[in-house]
């Protein structure tokens, strides 16, 4: 198992924008599905975004699609989460996922092995 590195969380108002990444010294993200997933207080740890690395296919949840992105800097390599018109329930803490490369995005949290220790993310009203 890889202990992933998450950062850049904090706090915005509601409409503003964050950006979390997320990285493994020494980890090769190729042939890796990768995915962010979030977890509020009292609350089950539900799907965000994800993409295959085969076929470069992309999936958002309903309730952000349109307002985030995910992306990939393969050359450090390092998984992104540009988070933008955030709205109060957006908070929560958010986790970086890697699992092995397959054709469709994996959507649920016990299809991954690697996951990120989580960053807060806060937006008030």
Known sequence: Q???ED????????GGSLRISCGA???DFRFSNLAWF????GKEREF??????????YE??????????????????????QMDN???????????????SDSRVKRRADEYLDWGQGTQ???SS
């Open 2 to 4: 890889v202990q992933l």
């Open 7 to 14: 950062s850049g969380g904090g706090s915005v108002q509601a």
């Open 48 to 57: 965000v975004a994800g993409k295959t690395w085969t076929g470069g296919l």
């Open 121 to 123: 993310v806060t937006v």
């Open 38 to 41: 979030r977890q509020a207080p």
């Open 86 to 100: 955030l709205k109060p329930e957006d908070t929560a803490t958010y986790y970086c996922a890697t699992a092995a």
């Open 60 to 81: 958002y949840s309903e309730a952000v699609k349109g307002r985030f992105t995910i992306s990939v800097d393969t050359t450090k390599p390092v998984v992104s989460l």
């Open 25 to 27: 010294p020494g980890r």
